[in-house]
């Protein structure tokens, strides 16, 4: 070969250290254009604000019917058992709904759902108002604007909550982005300001269409924030490294991914702590839940009073949250012991009906709303977390909400229509004889949750519930217990094959989550599923008898 054709090779042929430098170059030098800067504090901070505003119109509105029950009865001429169908159909709409939402939420994430769904509140709000307004008076377009509020309200906070997984991780702020929920004046601010001046409104401007128009106009403002909420999640994801906190998942966003569709193994493999956690939700929450829509009569009758200060005593329940529940996020976050504060918040919502159904003096039967009070505002917050930090897998953590709160709304269903029967039932009116299905209630959600707590402390509930033990712990100290738990686990199921001993922490977390590979789990969790199948069920045919009853009722003249 001649040196001229030797000199054109390595004019063109690159030697291979010269390909090592270029090669590295190109490594070690990022694009710029392509790297995104981390989310600031302050963006976080606007999200969580702008996301806690979007349920406060529809927590104004939702509990103006129910405290002006004594004038909405007389105004449209309606009995108790046909205002507990009032109340109960938005119960009703969502026991199936809020589970294909929950899915829906899961598939396309919460900001775009939270603006469709504020839609439908506010939309629900100006029917309800209309219903009232220029003598119409009419019980069934007052119907139709509850079920169409129904659709939104019923999956509003699973939106919510959603967006707060992928900003929050459980244990690094989670928790206390729930509590700012209760601080920064969003649900128990809104329902607290609506019901205490809902009878105020209508006694001195004379109709009680005003606090409904009032709580449409609060609606409008929380559409326009939903939507803010959706504007602002996009330009965050475009401007800025926005990382979906959902356990530091390894799987995608799914906020940004779309799945497949709806397919009911997802339900079926929940764990069975899940469906304890349910069961405790089902009379618990649906207990406390029913009770509001009675709360305001009650307190007239015992006190003998008025609606004004009925609504006032009633709404009492709304004001701790406020300053409590940030802390109690706080502690959560810090210490973990959510199933000891489900326990506490049980036994409180017994103590507070035993006193309302015993009590003999007015002290006491303030009391009785003190403790009601107490339990509500620590109750939401572990729950959350509990069924946050259970799930295996975090991109379905909607759809379980969905799947709890659609059998609480059920168990709703039940109450209230019972309850309203029993009092139609009484001579007097009197709800005393309901109360005491209220007490039931109390009753087994403080047994529910003692047996939680006991799992959690006891060899046999670490051995088959440790995603129950896992909620219990200390933050700093899961990744200890997760070891300890997975060599507990060894010497527990002897159907399950062959284990790989190489996982992370991580990793083992997530397998202690999952449901237990044995007949027994397989059995229980679909026994869990029928039963929860059976309480909607039965929620829909006590819901028909319920209108039966309304019906013979106002024929009867009873």
């Known amino acids: 070969m001649s040196t001229a054709s030797i000199h054109f090779l390595d004019a063109v042929v690159p030697t291979k250290s010269e390909s090592e430098d270029k090669r590295q170059s190109s490594i070690s030098v990022p694009s710029y254009s392509s790297v995104k800067p981390k989310l600031p504090v302050r963006w976080q901070a606007a999200m969580i604000a702008l996301t806690c505003m979007c349920t406060f119109g529809h927590h104004w509105s939702n509990g103006l019917v129910t405290t002006l029950k004594t004038t909405i009865e007389q105004e449209l001429k309606i009995n108790n058992s046909e205002f507990a169908t009032l109340v109960s159909v938005t119960n009703m709409v969502n026991t199936f709904l809020c589970i294909a939402l929950g899915f829906i939420i899961d598939k ?71 509590g700012e929920r209760g601080a920064l004046s969003m649900a128990n601010v809104a329902q607290y300001v609506g019901q205490s001046t809902a009878n105020v409104m209508s006694q001195n401007l004379g109709s009680y269409s005003w606090p409904l128009w009032t709580g449409a106009i609060i609606g409008f403002f929380s559409f326009l924030c939903a939507v803010s909420v959706f504007v602002l999640d996009k330009y965050l994801r475009l401007s800025y490294e926005v990382i979906d906190r959902c356990e530091q998942s390894d799987q995608p966003s799914a906020g940004s991914v779309k799945g497949g569709p709806f397919n009911w193994s997802i339900v079926r493999q929940m764990p069975l702590t899940f469906w304890f956690v349910v069961l405790f939700a089902t009379f618990q929450n649906a207990g406390m839940a029913s009770f509001i829509t009675v709360s305001t009569q009650f307190a007239q009758q015992r006190l003998q009073k008025g609606a004004v200060v009925g609504g006032w005593v009633s709404s009492f329940y709304l004001i701790l949250p406020i300053g409590l529940t940030p802390f109690l996020g706080m502690f959560i976050d810090a210490y973990g012991r959510r199933v000891t504060i489900l326990f506490l918040s049980a036994c409180m919502f017994l103590i507070s009906m035993l006193l309302l159904r015993f009590s003999q003096t007015v002290p006491t039967f303030i009391c009785g709303y003190v403790f009601y009070a107490l339990a509500g505002s620590i109750t939401s917050a572990p729950q959350v977390e509990i069924i946050r930090s259970i799930i295996p897998d975090p991109h379905y953590y909607a759809t379980a909400f969905a799947i709890k709160k659609s059998i609480i709304q059920g168990s709703v269903i039940i109450v209230v229509t019972a309850t309203g029967k029993i009092q139609d039932l009484s001579s007097t009116n009197s709800l005393e004889g309901a109360v005491t299905v209220w007490l039931a209630y109390a009753f087994v959600s403080v047994l529910i949750s003692g047996a939680l707590l006991g799992a959690c402390h006891t060899s046999l509930g670490q051995r088959y519930l440790p995603a129950v033990r896992l909620s219990q712990v200390r933050p700093k100290y899961v990744e200890k217990e997760v070891e300890r738990l997975w060599e507990l686990r060894r010497h527990t199921v002897t159907e399950e094959g062959p284990r790989d001993e190489n996982l992370t922490p991580r990793q083992k977390d997530e397998a202690l989550k999952r449901p237990l590979s044995s007949s027994v789990s397989l059995y229980a969790r679909r026994v869990a599923l029928g039963a929860g199948f059976t309480i909607v069920l039965i929620a829909w045919v006590i819901f028909g008898f319920g209108i039966d009853w309304g019906d013979h009722t106002s024929a009867t003249g009873e």
């Open 108 to 178: 396309f994430g919460g900001p775009l759902l939270s603006a469709i769904l504020a839609a439908f509140c506010l939309a629900g709000a100006v029917v309800e108002a209309g219903a009232t307004t220029d003598g119409l008076n009419s019980y069934h377009i007052l119907m139709v604007g509850k079920i169409i509020a129904a659709i939104g309200g019923g999956s509003l906070d699973n939106a919510q909550h959603k967006i707060f997984t992928t900003y929050f991780a459980p244990g690094s702020g989670f928790a206390m982005s729930i």
